[in-house]
């Protein structure tokens, strides 16, 4: 159980074009999904905080306009990079928690790699 | 605010050998804790993870990790480390609102 996908796992895309990743939980529902973006040997950090059917909570220093998130039901969160450089270029990588679990565990996605030519 | 420290970047071990990954943390109250494993290119899977109750966590994959609150450290510990364990490694910390932050992570590298 719990399992958690990620739509695409790789992508390429031009600059200045827009790139949208779909977050899903299989098996369980989700009222939070979490958005991270991991560097080359790098860690995790938090970008954002998508909740069902409300805005997304961004972290310090992440732009709401250039990541566009999207939390349409609770099994599916998107991220939109728009106007997409190359400095976007990361593995981002969702998780999210079980509503049911009723425990502070989020299930991880195996990871989307942008690059960004 | 709530931060995680894993002091070693490398570790470089023995198969067979025994295997402990530091992690400190800072955090204002009980912390939810966790230990993830990530192999090149994918995503993260959990190893363990501590709530409350017994400070010696029983994980995956032959893991345990035992949470020392005057420390404020939770260390990862294997008695036997396979060619399979090399990976990733990242300790985290969570709070009542779900927000996890990752320490910076230590490479595993295991000789044969």
């Known amino acids: 159980g719990a399992v958690v996908s990620q739509h695409p796992s790789r992508v390429i895309c031009k600059s200045g074009t827009s790139v949208k990743i779909e977050c899903r939980s299989l098996?369980?529902?989700?009222?939070?999904m979490f958005w991270y973006r991991q560097f080359p040997k790098q860690s995790l950090m938090l970008m954002a905080t998508?909740?069902?059917?409300?805005?997304?909570?961004?972290e310090q220093g992440v732009e709401k306009d250039k990541f566009l998130i999207n939390h349409a039901s609770l099994t599916l969160s998107t991220l939109t990079v728009t106007s997409a450089h190359p400095e976007d270029s990361s593995f981002y990588i969702c998780?999210?928690?079980?509503?049911?679990?009723?425990?502070?565990?989020?299930?991880f996605g195996p990871g989307t790699r942008l690059t960004v030519l | 605010a709530q931060s995680v420290t894993q002091p070693d970047i490398h570790i470089t071990v023995s198969e067979g050998a025994s295997l402990e990954l530091r992690c400190n943390y800072s955090y204002g109250a009980t912390p939810y804790l966790f230990w993830y494993v990530q192999s090149p290119g994918q995503g993260l899977q959990l190893l363990l993870k501590?709530?409350?109750?017994?400070?010696l966590v029983q994980g995956i994959k032959g893991f345990e990790a035992e949470f020392k609150r005057s420390q404020s450290s939770f260390n990862l510990r294997k008695p036997s480390v396979h060619w399979s364990d090399a990976a990733e490694y990242f300790c985290?910390?969570?709070?009542?609102?779900?927000?996890?932050?990752f320490g910076g992570g230590t490479r595993l590298m295991v000789k044969p």
């Open positions: 985290a910390v969570g709070n009542a609102g779900n927000m996890l932050t």
């Open positions: 998780s999210a928690r079980d509503i049911l679990a009723g425990n502070n565990e989020q299930f």
């Open positions: 501590y709530f409350s109750g017994d400070t």
């Open positions: 098996d369980f529902q989700a009222t939070t």
């Open positions: 998508s909740n069902e059917g409300s805005k997304a909570t961004y």
